[in-house]
């Protein structure tokens, strides 16, 4: 029996960023992909290929796959049979930078962390850090979808503080039963105070997992609790003393000096019309930041040289902004002939 198929799969996050989509296009899995669309969903001609991209979201992201099939038609004469699959695969909603608030069960087996913490990263585990004792823990899907969570908030809500004042806290103890502590971060106490409401007095006090990056006059992105109205099953539960009123997210650094002294490209699909709108461009420019910010994200991505770019050898407008070294990029081949120009055409007899 000979099956001609034409499979789909079909990826659903309740995420706004594109980040999963962009890492799969890096992934070269769209190189067998016959339509993309945004939502997003892949047409694939082998059901081969289908299977490939499921087994790489399973191992990229913790998630949940369905399977189904339905006969499309049946040729009794030469006993073939047309088939269509589709494969659905439902991702966690939760993103890196994401603040999220786990159930108290959760929150005890991961080692009797915080309820409140923050997503730092997103690979087939969700990786979270408390940033009131540095604790952390990592939930795989299994564990994920026995005690689900959402994210409190997206990258798109976050806002800009400054740094009035902080203390590095030397001796932090933790209770009995505690998991573990990361080891790449400092806690801290930071005063902060929204970038929009610089004409008046009003401050914010938190703890933060950032206190190896901050300094007083730096910018950070965080989240306001203290003036959101938020609908979550286990913070509204929660003791309003023990929510804080500002969590810090990530130092901000000038979007525009990042842009012009990056060296480096990606390989992309071809766009749509004469570029990507406002938002599209926002979500590219936070992954490539967020490849520049982690090295694990990137271990397995192609970076490219950027030819271009003209290197900028004066350190004088250096802000701190992690950069990608030169000895992770790549030189992309160019097929040109001795000369410089386009190779010439092939001799034939």
């Known amino acids: 029996?000979?099956?001609?198929?034409?499979?789909?799969?079909?990826?659903?996050?309740?995420?706004?960023?594109?980040?999963?989509?962009n890492l799969s296009l890096l992934h070269t899995l769209f190189r067998h992909s016959h339509t993309l669309t945004h939502g997003i969903d892949f047409y694939y001609g082998s059901k081969q290929h289908a299977q490939k991209m499921v087994d790489f979201l399973q191992c990229t992201a913790p998630c949940r796959s369905k399977t189904s099939q339905r006969l499309i038609s049946h040729d009794i004469h030469s006993n073939t049979y047309n088939y269509k699959s589709t494969f659905s695969v439902e991702i966690v909603p939760v993103c890196k930078d994401s603040v999220v608030c786990l159930s108290p069960r959760l929150a005890q087996s991961l080692g009797n962390m915080g309820q409140v913490c923050v997503c730092i990263r997103v690979t087939s585990t969700i990786h979270l850090i408390d940033p009131n004792t540095l604790q952390i823990a990592e939930v795989d899907g299994n564990t994920y979808w026995r005690n689900p969570f959402n994210g409190l908030c997206n990258p798109r809500q976050l806002e800009e503080f400054i740094v009035m004042d902080i203390d590095i806290i030397r001796d932090q103890k933790l209770g009995a039963g505690a998991g573990m502590r990361s080891n790449k971060h400092t806690l801290a106490e930071v005063w902060v105070q929204k970038t929009s409401e610089m004409d008046s007095n009003q401050q914010y006090y938190c703890r933060t997992f950032l206190g190896h990056l901050l300094n007083i006059g730096d910018l950070v992105l965080g989240f306001d609790f203290a003036n959101s109205n938020i609908n979550d099953e286990y913070l509204n539960k929660m003791n309003p003393h023990h929510v804080p009123d500002v969590v810090l997210i990530k130092k901000s650094y000038d979007r525009s000096r990042r842009i012009k002294r990056r060296n480096w490209k990606l390989q992309e699909l071809a766009?749509?019309?004469?570029?990507?709108?406002?938002?599209?461009?926002?979500?590219?420019?936070?992954?490539?930041?967020?490849?520049?910010?982690?090295?694990?994200?990137?271990?397995?991505?192609?970076?490219?040289?950027?030819?271009?770019?003209?290197?900028?050898?004066?350190?004088?407008?250096?802000?701190?902004?992690?950069?990608?070294?030169?000895?992770?990029?790549?030189?992309?081949?160019?097929?040109?002939?001795?000369?410089?120009?386009?190779g010439a055409d092939m001799m034939t007899d």
Request: proline content about 3%; aromatic content about 4%.
């Open 1 to 21: 029996m000979r099956c001609v198929s034409n499979h789909c799969a079909v990826t659903r996050s309740g995420i706004p960023d594109q980040n999963s989509q």
């Open 271 to 342: 766009r749509e019309g004469d570029g990507m709108d406002t938002d599209d461009e926002r979500q590219y420019q936070d992954f490539l930041e967020d490849l520049e910010e982690d090295e694990a994200l990137r271990k397995n991505v192609n970076i490219f040289r950027d030819a271009s770019k003209i290197p900028v050898e004066s350190d004088t407008d250096d802000d701190g902004a992690p950069r990608v070294s030169l000895t992770e990029m790549l030189e992309e081949l160019s097929l040109t002939d001795a000369t410089g120009g386009e």
